[in-house]
C-alpha cells in the first residue's frame, strides 16, 4: 500500500475508498506506518473532514482492530451509555447497576480523564481494592453472572484507536468531529451493543462548547450508531455547571453512592450551619445528577423497546432506583471487581479523606447566577484530582462538595463550596481562585435545562 498517495488524496479532498481505510488502519495497528506518517493523515482529516461512508469503514476498520466482545444469546439486551466528558459527571457509576436491576446487560467500558474533565476509570480507583483492568473473558462473565460491569479497555481491544488518539492529542487533531465520532463508536461497537445512549455535553467545560457543535457531534454519532447496527440516540446537556454538588474522584464516589441510597449522606450531614443546604433533604441535594441517570435509563429502555414511552419509562426507573436494588447491585459489581466492601463502607463513613477541608463562604446574600464548571475543573485538577500529562499522578482524595448552584438563595456566610485539599496552602490558592467561580446576583437567574435536547435520527 502507497500510504503517501492517500495522504495526498485527503490533502486534496478526495474520498478514500473502504479498503483503502481498512488497510492503512491494519498496517498502521501493526507498526507498519510511521507515526508522522499517521499524524499527517489525521491533520488532513482535521482540515478536509470524512463522508459517512469514509466515517463507517475507518470506525468499524477500528473496531476489527482488536477483539470485539462475545456474549452469549440471551433476553437481556445489551446496553452502554457514553458522555463526552464534564466536571462531576459521575452518571456512568449509578447507571451500571441501575440498568442491571432493570433487567440488562451493561459491559460499560470507560475512560480516564485528561486534563479537566473527569473519567470513570480515575473515580473508580479511589475505591479500596476495586480492579478496573479485566480480560475479556472475566467481562463476560460478569455481565453475564451480575449484569454490569464498569472496566477499561483491555489492551486487545481497539488498539487502533489507542495509537490514533495518542496521536491525535500531540498533533492538534483532538477537535475534529469525524474522528472523536469513530474514536467513541469503534470502542462502543466493540462491546457488541443493542442499544447506546449518548451524552454529549455542550457549555464552558465541555469539549464542544457551543450547542450547535454538539448537535454537529451527536448527529454524526447517532447515524454511525445506526448504521453499524445499534439503536443510538444522544441527549444534549449543558456543562456550564458542574452535575451533581461534588466533583473529584473519591468526592463523586460518595456521592454516586448517596444517588443509589440517599441515606448515606443523611440530612443532618448536609445541614451546615446558614448553609443553603438547611432547607434540602439528602436526595434533592443532587437532583439533576438524579435526574439524569433516570432519563439515560428511561432512554434505554424505549429504545429497546422493554417501555412505550418515555413518561412510563422514567417511571419504571425511578422505582427501580427507589428500591433500593441498585444499590445492593453496586455492591455486588464491587464485591465482583475485588473491592474490599469493609473498607469501603468505612470510607463512606468520613466526612473527608483529604487532610484539609476549607470553606468558601458567599460574601452577601442573593442567588447563585453562575457555579463555574470549567473554572472548577481547572482547580480540582491543580489541587492534584485530575491529570496535566498522561503519566501524573492523581490525589483520589481531592476536589470539591456542598456545591451551591445556579437559582439557589444564598445568605452572606453561607457556603458556596468546600475544597478539599492535600494541604493548607493549597487549600488556599484554590478558595482565592474559586471566588471566581461563583456569580451572586439580586434577582433570580434564569437556570438553564439540563437536557437541551434529543436526538434520535438525522432529521
Ligand atoms: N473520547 C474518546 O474516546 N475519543 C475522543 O476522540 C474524544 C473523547
Not at 223 to 234: K, Y
Not at 293 to 301: E, I, P, S, T
Request: with cysteine.
Amino acid at each position: 500500500m502507497n500510504f503517501l498517495s492517500l495522504i495526498e488524496s485527503k490533502r486534496e479532498g478526495k474520498t478514500l475508498a473502504p479498503n483503502q481505510i481498512e488497510n492503512f488502519v491494519r498496517e498502521f495497528t501493526a507498526g507498519k506506518i510511521p507515526d508522522y506518517q499517521m499524524a499527517a493523515m489525521l491533520m488532513a482529516i482535521y482540515f478536509r473532514g470524512l463522508t459517512t461512508a469514509e466515517i463507517t469503514a475507518l470506525t468499524l476498520a477500528m473496531r476489527d482492530s482488536g477483539d470485539v466482545l462475545k456474549f452469549p444469546r440471551d433476553k437481556r439486551p445489551l446496553v452502554d451509555k457514553h458522555s463526552t466528558g464534564g466536571i462531576g459527571d459521575k452518571v456512568s457509576l449509578p447507571l451500571a447497576p441501575l440498568l442491571a436491576c432493570l433487567g440488562f446487560r451493561v459491559p460499560m467500558i470507560s475512560g480516564r480523564g485528561l486534563g479537566i474533565t473527569g473519567g470513570t476509570l480515575d473515580k473508580l480507583d479511589s475505591i479500596p481494592g476495586f480492579k478496573t483492568l479485566l480480560p475479556a473473558g472475566k467481562i463476560v462473565e460478569q455481565v453475564q453472572k451480575i449484569g454490569c460491569v464498569i472496566c477499561g479497555q483491555t489492551d486487545r481491544m481497539v488498539p487502533a484507536d489507542k495509537k490514533i488518539y495518542a496521536l491525535r492529542d500531540v498533533s492538534g487533531t483532538v477537535p475534529s468531529i469525524p474522528l472523536i465520532t469513530t474514536s467513541i463508536l469503534s470502542k462502543k461497537l466493540a462491546e457488541n451493543l443493542d442499544a447506546l445512549v449518548l451524552d454529549v455535553k455542550f457549555g464552558a467545560a465541555a469539549f464542544m462548547q457551543t450547542k450547535t457543535d454538539a448537535r454537529k457531534l451527536a448527529k454524526a454519532m447517532v447515524a454511525l450508531g445506526n448504521e453499524c447496527g445499534v439503536n443510538t440516540r444522544a441527549i444534549l446537556t449543558n456543562m456550564d455547571t458542574p452535575l451533581g454538588r461534588a466533583a473529584g474522584n473519591w468526592l463523586e464516589v460518595k456521592e454516586s453512592v448517596a444517588c443509589l441510597d440517599p441515606s448515606v449522606l443523611p440530612a443532618s450531614r448536609w445541614q451546615i450551619k446558614s448553609s443553603q443546604f438547611c432547607r434540602q433533604d439528602a436526595s434533592s441535594t443532587f437532583a439533576d445528577l438524579r435526574s439524569l441517570v433516570l432519563d439515560c435509563a428511561a432512554h434505554l429502555l424505549v429504545q429497546t423497546r422493554k417501555a412505550k414511552s418515555l413518561v412510563a419509562a422514567r417511571k419504571r426507573a425511578e422505582d427501580c432506583l427507589n428500591s433500593g436494588a441498585p444499590r445492593k447491585k453496586w455492591d455486588e459489581m464491587l464485591i465482583a471487581q475485588g473491592a474490599d466492601l469493609g473498607a469501603f463502607n468505612k470510607k463512606l463513613a468520613l466526612d473527608h479523606t483529604a487532610p484539609v477541608v476549607v470553606e468558601l463562604k458567599a460574601e452577601k446574600p442573593g442567588f447563585v447566577s453562575r457555579c463555574d464548571a470549567r473554572l472548577i475543573g481547572e482547580v480540582i485538577r491543580d489541587l492534584g484530582g485530575g491529570r496535566l500529562t498522561k503519566e501524573s499522578a492523581i490525589n483520589y482524595d481531592v476536589g470539591i462538595d456542598r456545591l451551591a448552584k445556579p437559582g439557589e438563595a444564598v445568605q452572606k456566610n453561607s457556603v458556596l463550596a468546600r475544597i478539599h485539599a492535600a494541604g493548607q496552602s493549597q487549600a488556599e490558592s484554590a478558595r482565592a481562585r474559586l471566588r471566581a467561580a461563583f456569580e451572586i446576583s439580586a434577582k433570580p437567574p434564569l437556570v438553564t435545562r439540563l437536557v437541551a435536547e434529543i436526538i434520535t435520527s438525522l432529521r
